[in-house]
């Protein structure tokens, strides 16, 4: 299936068929699409001159209406025909490193349409840029994106007959193209039900910010005229010696009249629960003790891991709109480049706290309850879950169906064409709702419609997304979550039963990946890694495999780090026990253990990474090495994880636990689920709106990624306070005393 060439995902597609469908190396790919290109684009296109030849129009198929505009624009000397000409997109260098996207000055493109005749009568015909997407099939696909100015006159039809001319036709590389014209966009239902809901949300965190600012001006008034009134009042009685009763009777009347003892009514507190100065303070408090009960190497663990997926999914937009794309994947042989090209074991950072939180919690909350099995408690239980999860989804996923395809009015570029089959808004299709529920049931569909990126609810055991996007964690983690509390009753009912079953399942777990991927002959790391090599990729490896997506998507296959989670939650939980058991030796034998238990988790970390670095130099792995590797590298690394957060709990730590645990992490870890749900679309937005391509470098994307990041991580308390704090303290208020 081929996709247009206008979003993100789109020239994803496009430059990853560039770069690695043929079966030649890099340089024999670059060199073959050099000699293809040296006849067409440099006599025909550069020069653009058949537009201007008298028998044209002779050989195009094209509407009146355009026909008519590019008489004009032909024929007479407008005052701004050079800056329509001018802004056309000329190929040139940079083909044979990846530099398949041309887009021109669109900018001065629009503003062509200011000029007049000559003799100052008839206006100059407005003008639009047109993106094309110009798709060679000579042995080896491959596609242009080029950036024309045309008539707006013109259909998308119009302007793909047009640039036709500028290839000749009976070359065996002839070139089928698609344009896209400027996207207007349409006020459908999914906007105005976005402005309704965005519009109300908005005006009542402002109300309730109001009435609590009010309220305190108010009531400090009142405290500071109390406390004058009552310092006069026993200042003009008789001097006398003041005794402790008469200090105690002055506190009690203005503490009579402090307005925490009057309580507010239930619509009072629920207006509160959007009040924007108090859940920015709550986001931004720093403890003034530490609280034994809080695990807070979490909190440094959380930012850091959210950070390093924040990176890898920046180097994915980058490399589609560089003219040096070829030149990161080349970079991607290096060492410290694998960080980011294999950045995959960052999300399983959060499947092993996720199930190491829901442990500890589940565990600590039932040791309060008399009976394990009070439906109540579960009910809330879940209850709680999806109020965690949902607000920031749904309203992700409301904004980008209904606002995000209204930006293009603010943030106009070609790219920018949310109406293509796989932009953000178009991927949702007829099942947003439903999928953003999780209530999509797909066991009897060919294939699913997801949206965002999202999984549904219910385990299905054979399914293939066609999205690669991030919100298939939120969906990933509710599943796993959905079983937990079987576990957690066996658990408490039988240490070991509960230990054997979770075992069961990781080990289960890991023997399907391996299956899968020696059966299907799956690449290490699901190939990103090997993505400098399209020979090595191509020709060892199958990438056609539906396999290559379940693996990373599915939950039967990310049990791994989850369950691993969970048996680390245990571990703390009865870390008094475990306390007692490592002071049974000496202190030495404890300083040689926690040294290498240090050293067995930076080398099992460094292996999950970095496997495959020599994969990617000379020395690829074997079907069966490659199973071993998809079934245990991210075993590996929950491991890894897992031996870091425990020896910072026990007390060994060091330097790594004061770095992890320091307060300034704490703001960001608060609003970290918010951030996750934003950055994908604060990252598509930036690379959809862009003028003019990048060039990549070190220094430029060093630079680029700490904007990304203070960005997102600036944006994400703030817009916390809006979708998702609110909501936790209405759930606090609503079913705080069920819990």
């Not at 509390?485 to 890991?510: C, D, E, H, Q, Y």
Request: aromatic fraction near 14%; proline fraction near 4%.
């Amino acid at each position: 299936m081929r996709y247009p060439c206008l979003s993100i995902t789109s020239l994803l597609t496009l430059a990853f068929q560039f770069r690695c469908s043929c079966s030649l190396n890099l340089y024999k790919t670059a060199e073959k699409i050099a000699k293809i290109e040296t006849f067409h684009i440099n006599s025909d296109i550069k020069s653009f001159k058949f537009i201007l030849e008298e028998d044209w129009f002779q050989n195009v198929n094209i509407t009146e209406s355009c026909y008519s505009d590019w008489n004009l624009i032909r024929y007479y000397n407008f005052s701004d025909t050079f800056k329509f000409w001018d802004s056309w997109a000329i190929p040139g260098t940079g083909l044979a490193a990846g530099h398949v996207l041309y887009l021109g000055q669109s900018e001065e493109c629009m503003n062509a349409k200011t000029g007049y005749f000559a003799v100052g009568v008839t206006e100059f015909p407005e003008t639009g840029p047109y993106l094309t997407s110009v798709i060679f099939t000579n042995q080896s696909s491959f596609n242009l994106a080029i950036m024309v100015c045309m008539p707006v006159s013109c259909s998308n039809q119009d302007a793909a007959e047009v640039l036709k001319l500028a290839f000749n036709s009976s070359d065996e590389a002839y070139p089928s193209i698609e344009a896209f014209g400027r996207y207007e966009a349409d006020t459908d239902a999914a906007f105005v039900i976005a402005v309704i809901v965005f519009g109300s949300l908005v005006a009542l965190v402002i109300l309730a910010t109001s009435v609590s600012i009010a309220n305190t001006l108010v009531q400090n008034y009142k405290q500071a005229t109390l406390i004058d009134q009552s310092f006069t009042m026993f200042q003009n009685e008789e001097p006398e010696e003041e005794t402790e009763l008469d200090r105690s009777q002055m506190g009690s009347v203005v503490e009579s009249h402090h307005p925490e003892n009057t309580k507010p009514s239930f619509v009072y507190q629920l207006l509160m629960c959007f009040d924007f100065c108090a859940n920015m303070g709550k986001i931004m408090k720093m403890p003034t003790e530490k609280d034994p009960n809080q695990l807070s190497v979490l909190n440094g663990m959380r930012v850091m891991s959210l950070g390093w997926v924040i990176l890898g999914h920046l180097l994915v937009h980058e490399v589609a709109i560089v003219d040096n794309a070829l030149y990161i994947l080349l970079r991607g042989r290096s060492f410290l480049m694998q960080t980011l090209t294999n950045a995959t074991p960052s999300v399983d950072t959060f499947f092993v706290m996720s199930g190491l939180l829901i442990m500890i919690g589940t565990m600590k909350s039932l040791d309060k309850k008399r009976d394990d099995l009070d439906v109540k408690y579960w009910a809330v239980y879940y209850v709680h879950r999806l109020i965690r999860l949902w607000p920031p989804l749904l309203f992700t996923l409301l904004f980008v169906v209904g606002i995000y395809p209204m930006l293009p009015r603010l943030f106009y570029s070609p790219l920018f064409q949310p109406d293509t089959p796989s932009s953000l808004p178009s991927s949702c299709g007829d099942s947003r709702w439903a999928s953003a529920a999780f209530f999509y049931n797909n066991l009897l569909e060919d294939s699913p419609v997801t949206c965002l990126g999202l999984a549904h609810f219910f385990f299905f055991f054979f399914f293939q997304l066609f999205s690669l996007d991030w919100s298939w964690y939120v969906s990933c983690d509710v599943q796993l979550f959905l079983i937990t509390p079987f576990l957690i009753l066996l658990t408490r009912k039988n240490r070991r039963l509960g230990v054997a079953a979770v075992l069961t399942l990781l080990l289960a777990s890991t023997l399907i990946i391996i299956i899968a991927s020696a059966v299907e002959n799956i690449p290490p790391a699901l190939g990103l890694p090997l993505l400098a090599d399209a020979e090595l990729l191509y020709s060892e490896y199958n990438m056609q495999s539906a396999w290559n997506t379940r693996i990373y998507m599915s939950p039967y296959t990310r049990y791994q780090t989850y369950g691993i989670g969970l048996l680390l939650g245990l571990a703390i939980y009865e870390q008094k026990k475990l306390e007692d058991f490592i002071k049974s030796y000496s202190v030495n034998q404890r300083i040689i253990a926690a040294c290498s238990v240090w050293l067995a988790a930076f080398i099992l970390g460094g292996v999950a990474v970095y496997g495959c670095y020599p994969s990617v130099n000379n020395h690829p792995m074997g079907r069966v090495a490659s199973a071993f590797y998809n079934g245990s590298f991210r075993v590996l690394w929950g491991v890894a994880v897992s031996a870091v957060i425990l020896l910072c709990t026990l007390g060994y730590g060091g330097l790594v636990n004061d770095i992890l645990s320091s307060n300034l992490w704490i703001p960001l870890a608060r609003a970290n689920y918010t951030t996750y749900m934003i950055h994908y679309v604060c990252l598509d937005l930036f690379a959809q709106t862009i003028q003019e391509t990048l060039h990549f470098t070190t220094i430029d994307f060093t630079l680029l990624a700490a904007g990304i990041l203070l960005c997102v991580n600036f944006l994400g308390p703030i817009l916390s306070c809006f979708i998702e704090a609110p909501f936790m303290q209405v759930e606090k208020l609503v079913l705080g005393q069920r819990r």
